[in-house]
C-alpha cells in the first residue's frame, strides 16, 4: 500500500515533466533571439514573474556551486 501512495506522489511530477520541458526549451528559444526583439513574450513572461537568465558573471547568483569561496 505504501509503495501505491508513494507512486501516486509522484503522479503530478511526472505528468507536468514534459510540460517543463517544452517551457524551458521555449524560454532557451527567448533567449537566444532576444527579449529585446520579443515585447509581448517579455510582458508575458515578466507578468508570471519568470525570467529566463544566463549563468553569467554579470548576472545574478542562482548557483551557488561555482563560488570559490562560500557566502554563509
Known amino acids: 500500500m505504501k509503495n501505491v501512495l508513494k507512486g501516486m506522489r509522484r503522479l503530478p511530477d511526472i505528468l507536468a515533466a514534459p510540460l517543463v520541458y517544452g517551457a524551458a526549451g521555449l524560454l532557451e528559444l ?15 513572461l515578466l507578468s508570471m514573474g519568470v525570467f529566463p537568465i544566463r549563468n553569467h558573471y554579470y548576472g545574478p547568483l542562482f548557483d551557488p556551486s561555482q563560488l570559490r569561496i562560500p557566502l554563509d
Open 30 to 44: 527567448v533567449r537566444k533571439v532576444g527579449i529585446r526583439r520579443l515585447p509581448d513574450c517579455k510582458r508575458a
